[in-house]
């Protein structure tokens, strides 16, 4: 027996140091937040966590009023190099081309088949919102979503190679996981169109499409050889962004969140909304921070851009992810 | 011993009718649909549930899935002698009356003020929607919600004198508790505005305000000398009736339910768009047919017409409740 343990000094210390290994590796398999570090942020959130479920305290949070919001690009998943809802837009600019061959000497479609992406923005929002219609708009809700879901399932990001599912933050996912396993109700709320998230949240996030909030077009009921289909107009209905976060929330979800989660100066007023209600509140800004395993921007960027509100995080003392330091892992498929 | 079970000719049959009584006691206890009678929409009720709840059958649908959406007016409480909102708006323009002097001479509020409602509603939508925005807008979210709540904890329904609250239907009740204990997800989609019913919805359906879809006002997120407050606006933002339901239900959830209840032509697309879908679908109508303990209209009526929808349903085979018939109780507090 002796010999089997070679270099332990005994049997007991072999026993007593496979003891500590075992019980460390179980650890690390049951920590439900095992890819953030024991860093600060970490910490903030198993306290909040724990003073809102703790039954009997002043504190106590019933689980009805457990709400959870989240922003979903540059929070749950990366948006680098552009937002990937503007880069299924432009692949899909791409595929209806041939339908339209007029695009060919018109803006902003001309320079988008062209590979001139910069050109195709000079027009600004009046620019985008082109593109948004017609890529999003004059199909029926159920073909938008195979339209998602088809293009998911092929597309890949562009510097990575991966997936577009597999680009989301693997502490986040357990942040989720987590808040759910302590009974919050978790809400996708973000400036990304409701429908281009909701046909993979719930298999992704875990989120059911209940429970996102986003931008949107208009939709219209229509009966077409008696079967009622929704039909997706090319007319804005609401955007989820900034002020309309509040309101989003409000209309949707009807109470105040008691958490929220973002990563840009479009999260704040949802920050502010929440922790200006009454009782324990917890706000969560992720600060890209990573350039290595990520994307490191902030103040300056064009997309997520995190300035003034890392500003009010730091005076109101809401907690800051700098991903560089708290998170173990970023992407799921990262190496550990 | 025998003396004591006179009447009876030995002590085995004295238990055995004391086991009946019990057993039927506690069968009526347990019944989950006590103030149902043993007639068809209670047979196609349990059927149904049966069907999808049927783990291995092909008929099997996950619980994420069994979406069930009411109607409210009409559906689950009262709606007569006209909308309860309609009166909960009448009575705040009353309170409202001492702020603006200049109603005395103006148009709808002249005749309201004098108790001629209908001479108020000569001028239609128009005349509506004037006294909708005098009394929901121009105040913020959590006052409205105030407003709400204190009218409904004095407020008498004018012919019986019951709070509103108590105008609820206690089958429904009972039908929206079954179909949750059977892994339902209950939403309550009503023309109705959706901050007059999120104060109340939760304590006496059971029904969160996150799963309330209605018609809306515009809000706005303003700071107010640095506290966040949502302002309503007196603009309408989505009238959640008709054509408007289904749009409503795929905004606010996503997907399309699984079971769907009404009472009128209003909610006529509804029930369309919830039985188009590919699986078991149910779908139901109360008829208001009893002028006794409630109230008898249908195919002329002002408020909750059944017209259309009522061709439909039975050129489709839907459940219909005759009330007279198929419900031995209809209020709570009504004698059993």
Redesign the interface.
């Known amino acids: 027996m002796n010999q089997r343990v070679a270099g332990f000094r005994s049997i007991g210390s072999a026993i007593a140091v496979a003891m500590l290994v075992f019980s460390s590796l179980a650890h690390a398999q049951s920590d439900p937040l095992a890819s953030w570090n024991d860093t600060a942020p970490r910490k903030a959130i198993v306290e909040f966590v724990a003073t809102v479920t703790t039954q009997g305290s002043p504190d106590f949070v019933p689980p ?1 009023e457990r ?1 959870a919001v989240f922003d979903n690009d540059g929070t749950l998943w990366a948006e680098q190099p552009m937002y990937f809802q503007v880069l299924f837009a432009l692949d899909r600019v791409k595929e209806l081309a041939p339908q339209h061959p007029e695009w060919k000497d018109q803006e902003p479609f001309a320079s988008l088949l062209k590979g001139d992406v910069k050109g195709a923005m000079a027009g600004g929002m009046k620019s985008i919102l082109e593109i948004i219609m017609v890529t999003h708009a004059g199909n029926t ?1 159920e073909q938008f979503e195979t339209i998602v879901k088809d293009w998911l399932s092929t597309a890949k990001h562009p510097t990575t190679k991966r997936p577009y599912t597999e680009m989301v933050y693997q502490p986040m996912l357990e942040l989720l996981d987590y808040l759910r396993a302590n009974g919050f ?1 978790t809400f996708i709320v973000s400036g990304g169109g ?2 281009f998230m ?1 046909p993979w949240s ?1 298999t992704v996030y875990g989120v ?5 909030i986003g931008s ?1 077009i208009k ?3 229509e ?1 077409r050889e008696g ?2 289909v ?1 039909v997706r107009l090319p007319e804005l ?1 609401f955007v989820d962004d900034k ?2 976060k ?2 989003g929330i ?6 105040r969140p008691i958490a929220a989660f973002g990563n840009s100066d479009g999260d704040l ?1 949802m920050l ?2 929440t922790t ?1 209600g009454q009782g324990p509140r917890f706000a969560l800004y992720v600060h890209h921070t990573d350039g290595e395993r990520e994307w490191a921007y902030d103040r300056e960027s064009s997309f997520g851009r995190l300035d003034k509100g890392l500003d009010e995080a730091q005076a109101k003392g809401w907690t800051i992810v700098n991903m560089a330091d708290d998170w173990n892992v970023v992407f799921p498929s990262d190496p550990r």
């Open positions: 009805a709400i809700t109700k409701i429908e909701r719930e059911p499409p209940e429970q996102v949107s939709v219209k009921y009966l079967t009622p929704l209905d002020e309309g509040p309101v409000h209309q949707q979800i009807g109470r007023q502010q909304w200006a």
